[in-house]
């Protein structure tokens, strides 16, 4: 299945690039938005697209600004942030959606940071309903504990560090996902356990709110062996959702037939007779197709 190219345009003026996927069946059963986590292409996840487009779903990918097709021809000195993505792309994408849209049926399936920044749009509370795989933001403390000292070294010492001498970070160079903006290096290098840091008061009231204002239901899954979205991260993100009825999830790799999944390999095509045919159910119908991996 072949995608057709989409320009996107944040209220802010920044233009977007994504894919747009028509429904594989003429009567589509919903359109579904597609975040993606930290320094991740929008490619990675178009298996995935293509999967779900072919059983029925409208499906939009993009790149947030300063990532993959979304990338200016310098990232040097660039000051995009995580709240950017939220109240500028996914907000862009959003409204796109709805614009085309034809079943009054607009999900997100977000991946990490793609899992919890739908709350900052403004428009938020017109999501039918989001499945939020690993969905956090980045608070070292929520790491696993036995990987809690090299993931801060890592990404909470050497990133900000090296982001302060080359005014972005070189992921891409060092094998550390895709080079970032330096806003998006100290949003997730500095964060504590507040979403909202370094807002004014009154910011951090308006984001509040539009969190708050999301009202409809949540499906929030991570794995036992995930590093970082451990059930204590996700508890501190889906807080955020205060009016929503989140229900969260975790998968053991051993529930997938895998030894190992972690972070960032549900998406991988390996899991589309698993994991991907699983989540239909939600998209679908909203029903739960791991009732008994619930906790709270």
């Not at 204002?213 to 949540?218: C, K, Q, R, Y």
């Amino acid at each position: 299945m072949e995608p057709r190219i989409t320009e996107l345009t944040g209220a802010d003026g920044v233009r977007l690039t994504g894919h747009w996927w028509p429904a594989a069946k003429p009567s589509a059963a919903g359109t579904v938005i597609i975040n993606p986590a930290t320094g991740v292409h929008a490619r990675y996840y178009h298996r995935y697209a293509a999967y779900i487009a072919a059983r029925g779903f409208a499906v939009l990918t993009y790149d947030y600004r300063g990532i993959g097709l979304s990338r200016p021809e310098t990232l040097k000195g660039s000051t995009f942030t995580w709240r950017q993505w939220g109240e500028q792309d996914f907000d862009a994408a959003l409204r796109h959606a709805l614009d085309l849209d034809c079943t009054g049926r607009v999900l997100v399936v977000g991946h990490s940071i793609g899992g919890f920044l739908p709350g900052y749009s403004p428009a938020s509370n017109q999501i039918a309903a989001m499945l939020s795989v690993g969905g956090q933001f980045g608070y070292w403390r929520d790491y696993a504990r036995t990987r809690r000292l090299p993931l801060f070294l890592k990404w909470h010492v050497a990133m900000p560090a090296m982001t302060l001498a080359l005014g972005y970070f070189p992921g891409k160079r060092l094998g550390w996902l895709e080079d970032l903006p330096k806003g998006v290096a100290y949003g997730w290098g500095l964060q504590q356990d507040r979403a909202e840091q370094g807002l004014s008061g009154q910011a951090a009231e308006v984001m509040r709110e539009r969190f708050a204002g999301v009202a409809t239901p949540i499906l929030s899954v991570t794995m036992t062996d995930d590093e970082f979205a451990t059930p204590k991260a996700i508890r501190r993100a889906m807080r955020y959702y205060s009016r929503a009825p989140v229900t969260k999830i975790l998968l053991s790799p051993k529930d997938l037939g895998l030894a190992r999944v972690g972070h960032f390999d549900l998406f991988h095509a390996r899991h589309e007779e698993g994991f991907w045919r699983q989540s239909l159910d939600f998209l679908r119908e909203g029903r739960n197709p791991w009732a008994d991996r619930v906790y709270i």
